[in-house]
Structure formats: structure tokens, C-alpha cells
């Protein structure tokens, strides 16, 4: 059995997600490119997120927490350049969600996250 995406999505990893993660394909929408990015978080896939960051807002190094273990995405809502989501996640004091209205732009014919608003992280 191949694991499932990170994404929510139900599907294969490998079909999913991680085909953006290797290179294999492009997201087509600001949504697709938000999942494939909360899927970067969750396995640990810095240098994708690096590549799908405007390079106007991204950060000059970019470090994981590694005693988060993300756990979940939930949409909420989303439009033609922006998505409204709750990722949930671990730590070592318990659970936690973080939620976020991410904007993101076309550059160069494919999405790029450019910033979000994010809401309080807090205890599930």
C-alpha cells in the first residue's frame, strides 16, 4: 500500500503532490500549489518550498520546526489567487492548528505563495 498524500487528498503521494515535489509537474491553481506546499511541510521538503516562494517575499533561510509533525489540512475557502485553510500539527505539548489566508501569484506561467494572514496558533 502506498501512502497517501499529506495533502487530504486521498490519493497516492506519488501521484499526488510528490510528482510537484520531484519535479514532474506544475501546479495549475493557487489551491493545488497550497496543498503541494502544506505536503512540502509535512515531509520535510525544503528546497520545493524554496522554489515555490516569490522570491520578493521568501525568506533568505528557511528552517523546518522539527518538533512539529503535521497532521492535517483543511480548506476553507478559495478564489481565483488566494486560499483560506487550518493545518493541524503536533508538538511536544500537544496539538496545535495554524490557519492562514495565503495569497500566491503567476510568475513565469506557474504559481508562486507571495504571503499570507495568518490566524493564532492554538491548541486543538
Not at 16 to 34: I, K, S, W
Not at 37 to 57: E, I, K, N
Request: aromatic share 12%; hydrophobic share 30%; net charge negative.
Amino acid at each position: 500500500m502506498r501512502p497517501s498524500c499529506p495533502c487530504g487528498s486521498g490519493e497516492a503521494y506519488d501521484a499526488c503532490c510528490g510528482r510537484f515535489h520531484r519535479g514532474a509537474g506544475h501546479a495549475e491553481t493557487a489551491e493545488e500549489l497550497m496543498r503541494s506546499r502544506y505536503a512540502a511541510f509535512a515531509v520535510g521538503d525544503t528546497a520545493y518550498l524554496w522554489r515555490t516562494w516569490h522570491p520578493r517575499t521568501r525568506p533568505h533561510d528557511l528552517e523546518l520546526d522539527a518538533t512539529r509533525t503535521w497532521t492535517g489540512l483543511r480548506v476553507l475557502d478559495s478564489g481565483e489567487d488566494w486560499v483560506e485553510f487550518v493545518a493541524s500539527y503536533d508538538t511536544p505539548t500537544g496539538p496545535c492548528e495554524q490557519s492562514e489566508r495565503s495569497r500566491f501569484e503567476q510568475r513565469g506561467g506557474r504559481w508562486v505563495y507571495v504571503d499570507g494572514d495568518m490566524g493564532d496558533s492554538a491548541d486543538s
